[in-house]
């Protein structure tokens, strides 16, 4: 067993399936071919309203071309204080955005709190063009420690974002354990509660380097991250290969099916964690996963 990280495990094999379909003949390029092209229906389908997607390769791309189109240089970008754009992505949202600064907030088991973040954003901006100007607030769903955001939330979350005219990003990099656990739809927990932008992540539920930006009922932002896509070197020229992985990916929802299987064998290892004298839960165990294990999923 190898408990490192997701990054390490092979990919499904329906994705290298849908590589090696994707391969026969031409197709055009820099993401004009058929595949990326379907991308913003299906995801419509999905999300049940409009969407823009753009298909990426990686998820420090997504998150920082997503944030920096939100963010202008002098901005800030208040998240947790374990989000990964803050601990594991070298400075790349500060890089896009041309110096937006990233503010790290506590709180417990990953989750940010909406009457602290308010006091953060409130706090950020007294003295004027000599700080920062709050501009995005990211959250990470499911969480840096495995915990998840619910609807209402994730709601606060929004109100307080948006009376403040700032905008909402979710990094959704395990966004399927997400909406396993909490058994809701993926509109209910993004553009229904609040959120802006998504990144959608699919590279650790068995993709192979295929992740996406999703743009809620803002597709004026859509031109300025393409741009920032290509001139930061992420528009590939045979973007057929992500595009198609994505697509796989929403086929009888497979994405779901192995958000569930992951879930199911966490809630086993926490069950043996709980029962063993040895050694202790570190963090707070989502009783909504444990109660809804099914201890034949997965097989």
């Known amino acids: ?105 506590p709180g417990e088991n990953g989750l940010l709190e909406a009457d602290r973040l308010a006091r953060a954003i409130d706090a950020a901006g007294r003295h004027g063009v000599h ?6 607030v990211s959250i990470t769903q499911a969480t840096e420690c495995g915990t998840v955001y619910s609807p209402a939330a994730i709601s606060a979350i929004a109100a307080i974002t948006h009376e403040r005219g700032l905008h909402l990003h979710m990094d959704g990099a395990r966004f399927a354990n997400a909406v396993t656990s909490l058994g809701c739809t993926p509109a209910e927990i993004t553009w229904k509660a609040g959120v802006d932008v998504l990144s959608f992540g699919l590279t650790k539920s068995g993709a192979l ?19 920032r896509r290509k001139r930061g ?19 009888a929802d497979l994405w779901l099916e192995l958000g569930r299987q992951a879930n199911a064998r966490a809630a086993e290892l926490a069950r043996g964690i709980e029962n063993s004298s040895n050694v202790s839960m570190a963090i707070y165990f989502d009783p909504f996963v444990a109660n809804n294990f099914d201890p034949g999923a997965g097989d």
């Open 1 to 105: 067993m190898n408990f490192k990280s997701d990054n390490e495990a092979p990919a499904h094999p329906a994705m290298i399936e849908a590589i090696t379909q994707a391969n026969e003949g031409y197709a055009a390029a820099y993401s004009e071919d058929s595949w990326s092209r379907d991308l913003d229906g299906r995801f419509s389908e999905l999300f049940e309203t409009d969407c823009r997607v753009l298909p990426i390769a990686t998820g420090t791309a997504v998150n920082s071309i997503a944030i920096a189109e939100l963010s202008p240089p002098w901005g800030a970008v208040m998240c947790h204080q374990l989000a990964h754009i803050h601990t594991s992505e070298n400075g790349a949202p500060e890089f896009y955005s041309g110096g937006a600064k990233l503010v790290p907030l």
């Open 131 to 136: 700080n920062v100007k709050p501009s995005v």
């Open 209 to 227: 380097g295929a992740e996406a930006i999703v743009v809620f009922n803002h597709p004026e932002w859509i031109e300025g991250m393409e741009r």
């Open 233 to 251: 070197g992420h528009l590939l020229s045979k973007m057929r290969y992500v595009s198609t992985q994505l697509l796989a990916m929403l086929d």
